[in-house]
């Protein structure tokens, strides 16, 4: 069943909406509606991974569940609260703090979305051969396929606000979920939309600190935890998967000591005695293999004091965009244009 999508003037009246099976509308605590897509649990085996058990998107507090729920759109913000609405330009220009504010504050099991889950659904698009395209080639369009363009909702950004015959860029956004179905997960319009380009997404549960990969454990994120820069929280993880406090000796780590810091993620590679345990490859943050589906998606990861985790890929990373984009050099802090997130929700 297709989506029927709405404009902008439609606001946040779903009555022209017409959901797949797969997709829900669920509401916030103030009532408000988000367009969700459910992912039913699956295993480490069905994503072609070794390792036991279910994959860590779907451990939350120590027990399994059953779904989780990914926001369908690149995500708005209204009234500080994120939303998940087709035909939007999506929310950018804002920090990692403040878009997990904006999607804790709807309410319980409600947070941003997990570098676990975006790995989850990552995994799953290269199991099934369905790695999905998006706007990445600056002209609202695919790098790879230069025929399929999204609906262009630019936004105009002046080089110089007090004198605009300075000159401006169009910023080339396009509409959420509004390019052909090979632009949603599952190449279906049933899926989730712009994983690959328009903008870049922050994405909960990673850091790197002075070069050592840490992680909030699971997908404990999840739960809205605390993931400051001081938070206990954060693991570490060594060489046989195992979560371990930061600074343990033999933890995986970026740089000559370990997983090289920049190139296309399919060429990654880990320093001699070495050892990337299941779990760091289920996160997406080393690959599997070095399978031509990875296609030339790119990754950055910088070493020096606390650096965040953003996913995707942006309108002009052309085809280093896709679903295992991963950079991992920006303090939190970091607020650019070409930058946004999305919401999800697990039941607690």
């Known amino acids: 069943m297709d989506i029927k999508l709405m404009t902008q003037a439609d606001g946040n009246s779903l009555s022209n909406l017409v959901l797949p099976p797969n997709n829900e509308i669920i509401v916030d605590d103030l ?54 609405l087709p035909y939007q330009r999506p929310k950018h220009t804002i920090n990692f703090d403040q878009a997990k504010a904006a999607c804790e504050a709807k309410g319980e099991g409600w947070h941003l979305m ?53 000159g401006w860029d169009d910023i080339p956004y396009t509409a959420t979920g509004s390019g052909p179905k090979s632009w949603f997960h599952n190449n279906d319009f049933s899926g989730i939309a712009d994983l690959n380009g328009n903008v870049y997404e922050w ?13 909030i454990q699971d997908n404990n994120s999840a739960m809205g935890v605390d993931e400051s820069a001081e938070s206990t929280l954060w693991k570490a993880i060594n060489q046989s998967g195992a979560y371990v406090a930061p600074g343990t000796s033999g933890t995986i780590k970026y740089g000559s000591a370990g997983i090289t810091t920049s190139g296309t993620f399919k060429e990654a590679t880990a320093a001699s005695g070495v050892t990337i345990p299941p779990l760091v490859k289920a996160l997406a943050l080393f690959p599997n293999d070095a399978a031509d589906t990875y296609r030339d998606d790119y990754y950055y ?18 085809g280093g965009a896709g679903v295992f984009y991963c950079i991992g050099s920006s303090p939190r802090s970091y607020a650019g244009g070409d930058l946004g997130f999305r919401s999800a929700f697990v039941k607690l």
């Open 31 to 84: 009532g408000r509606p988000s367009v969700m897509v459910k992912i039913p649990k699956f295993t480490y085996a069905d994503v072609g991974l070794s390792g036991s058990g279910v994959h860590p998107a779907f451990m939350v507090n120590g027990q399994e569940v059953p779904y989780i729920y990914i926001s369908k759109y690149q995500n708005i913000v209204e009234d500080g609260r994120a939303y998940s």
């Open 114 to 166: 997990t570098n676990a889950e975006w790995a989850a659904i990552a995994l799953w698009c290269k199991k099934n051969d369905c790695m999905p395209y998006g706007n990445n080639n600056y002209s609202y369009g695919d790098y790879y396929n230069t025929s399929e363009k999204g609906a262009p909702m630019p936004e105009r950004v002046y080089y110089n606000p007090d004198n605009p015959d300075d």
């Open 203 to 215: 994405v909960g549960g990673v850091r790197v600190k002075n070069g050592e990969l840490q992680v």
């Open 301 to 318: 990861v910088s070493t020096s004091g606390e650096c965040l985790f953003y996913r995707g890929g942006n309108y002009v990373d052309n």
